[in-house]
């Protein structure tokens, strides 16, 4: 992953084995200097905002109340995964024939396993984590708090807040329910609840240090984070990712995501993405496949003192109206809002900072109405905004198909579409994933596993699963494929 040079470092801080323990050791060695960030690595749906039941008022009496009704509810996620080394055999034959590129690879498969936490947010067994304790994982498995180990699926992630949800197949299951994370203040107890070190269940306690950090964790370029992060002092470490952190009543109100650190191990600050928008895209992610987000149309920046002075503004807090796109439409220039409107409250919420904008935003999908209150030369005024989607209207966004898969025969494998997430992580707009490979096949003689992504046959760029497999059903002799492989690496090969 790539390293900011403002000495932030990103490493899975689920609890890693093998060779992947090795690589985020060497991240800490590199960097000690320096402190560095770790991610740690429906009808049912419904029940999840009801009252969790009042807690005596005070701290820290009442830890126990709030941990008795949390671990229940927190789940270890163990996951699995093949990592493959190539090593390129060439095929001297091929060579002198002028075959040219037809170079076999042979790759050596290192297993690799990692930990994680995860939240049960409904009896019938969805649960919320963080989408880097998930991602590219062959198999996930989950461990209940009552022993259990049970098969998980994952549904669907979000890259961009880093939730993720997966299911396991049971019913009756304890759950947390949703608290509110915008009235939590500064100050206020918090306990986070997680499995690190591949301990169970263990509880630390701790107080809000901050809320609405952003620009916290290092992400690929493609993608567009959205963060508002609570930040507290409760002990996090490697493998509370997707844990719980719960207020004094047992309720959710967020899920622990990242530390601040010089050595990888908890320094005294630890970041949590807030419930308000954990409910909302764990709902977007079972429901759509995807998560539907609303946009204002608005070029935005934070006031603050300089930009008080420069443009005479009446306000000293709030989200600064800077422009409108020029291309899709705006739905807040449709709505009334004019360049220099400094943003104050949406939905009564006050806006003190972009992060907080775009949480409240976050939340919304297209077609709803957010109430946007703005101050204009001193004066306060309100405007219904029609949220729109990326795409500039208000219908619903097509979930990610992950389940078409198609056999081909001349590869000797089988394929998938790839989803949206893979195609801004892989940079590529369409493409297949190789799921199965058949070891006396094409692929599989040349030492390709599953994961590899083919994005080109013949130089023609291939747009999913279903036209590899038609391209190649009547072929006869060699066909140049480009692709990339499972570490990133891009490959090209002719079969």
Known sequence: MEIKNNVKNLAIAGVLSSATTLGAYKLFLEKSSSDSLFTNTPSAFTRMVSNAGAVPAGAPGEFTFAAEKATPAVVH????????????????????????????????????EASGSGVIISADGYIVTNNHVVQDADEVSVILNDKRELKAKVISTDPATDIAVIQVKTNNLPFLTFGDSDGIRVGEWVLAVGNPFNLESTVTAGIVSAKGRQNIID?????????????????VNPGNSGGALVNLKGELIGINTAIYSRTGQFAGYSF?????????????????????????GINIAEVNAKLVEEKDLKVSDGVYVGGFPTTGGSSAQSAGLKVNDVIVKIDGIETKSMSKLMELVGRKRPGETVVVTVNRDGSLKDFNVVLKNKDGNTNIVKGEVTGNVVKSDFLGAKLSNLTESEKAKFKVSGGAKITEVDPEGRLGYQGFDKGFVISKIDDKAITDAKEVADVLANRKGRVKIEGIDVDGTRVIMVL
């Not at 095929?91 to 170079?103: N, R, S, V």
């Not at 992400?219 to 002990?235: G, H, M, W, Y």
């Open 272 to 296: 949590a993405v807030p419930v308000g928008i954990v409910k909302k895209v764990a709902a977007d992610l079972i429901k759509y496949g995807n998560v539907q987000r609303g946009y204002l």
């Open 219 to 235: 992400r690929d370029k493609d993608v567009n984070p959205l963060e508002s992060f609570i930040q507290t002092d409760a002990a």
């Open 77 to 112: 996620i163990k996951t699995k995964m093949t990592r493959n080394v190539s090593r390129q055999m060439m095929d001297p034959f091929e060579d002198f024939f002028g075959f040219g590129g037809g170079g076999g690879r042979r790759q050596q498969q290192e297993p690799q």
